[in-house]
């Protein structure tokens, strides 16, 4: 198959490199020029926590319009802000039986792109894969990943009647090329359950620029994760996803003892002064809770002090 991986940083990166090691034909689309020409010189440099590495050849651009030919599938992982204008940019590759499956970070994702490619040909997702990336050309996978014990999750395109075929084949593809991934009647229930867990935490850890370690053994921070999560789980059940609230909240404390003094991607933009997509985040569920009915004062208060930050960048103290 012919894919485009759009956003290829250290996460697109490790899916490019699985794809094409497994014979198929990868394009990594970026707007970070320092990355990709590395990659389209010398190829990929992908690494497991083993210290063990591939090297492999893929095609690389940061001008998809110049270089990016007809694909039979995208695999999305740009930030969330960055949707509607990355999709804008394949459009011209993107066909009648092209398939965009987006495993971003966030919600509405999936309705940004459908609205510049088409609703019918976006498929809704998440993944657990997980990478690091600590030069250009390079990229080092989690240990689940390299383990291949992370899962992608895909469900059909929003208004589907059902699971269409086309997407159950590109599940079994990502799987071959060692991508576990499974095709769900409906990718609602993972999304969400994803979002309750980094939804509040990366908020945060870049409100306090501390690590998801100091925030989970404060209990005057966690008590606000908790907060956020509640009212991220009060949401959902008023859209109909039926998220169970307590394993699911379980399961972040479990994450979040594991996860250590670990910085959160939220944090990192604030830190180094980037954009987040805090809008993806807190902002839509304060959005879809003012659709619903359901009061969300400590996202909306979130949100408001991440963009306020955001905003503020150069007159930081």
Known sequence: MRFAILGAGAMGSVFGGH????????TLVDVRPEHIDVVAADGLLMRKPDGSSSRI?????????????????????????ASAQAARSIAHAVGEQTWVATVQNGLGNDRALGEVLGAQRVVPGTTTVGAEQHAPGE?????????????????????????????????????DAGLPTQA????????????????????VTAVLRRTVIDVARDEHGIALVRAMFDETVAVAHALGIPLEAEQAWQHCLQTFQGAGPHVTSMAADVINRRPTEIDAFCGEIARLGEQVGVATPVNRTVWRQVRMIEASYERSL
Do not use: C, Q, Y
Not at 184 to 200: E, H, N, R
């Open 57 to 81: 050849a893929l095609r690389a651009t940061t001008d998809p319009a110049r270089d990016l030919e007809p694909v039979d599938a995208v695999i999305v992982l740009t930030k969330s802000f």
């Open 184 to 203: 769900l009647d409906s990718a609602d229930v993972v999304i969400w359950t994803k979002l309750a867990l980094a939804g509040p935490m990366g908020p």
């Open 139 to 175: 990229t080092t996978m989690s240990p689940a990943t390299a383990a291949r014990t992370s899962v992608t999750h895909l469900g059909p395109p929003r208004g589907a009647a059902g699971m269409p075929d086309g997407v159950r084949a590109l599940a079994r593809t990502l799987t």
């Open 19 to 26: 794809l094409a090691l497994a014979g198929h034909e990868v």
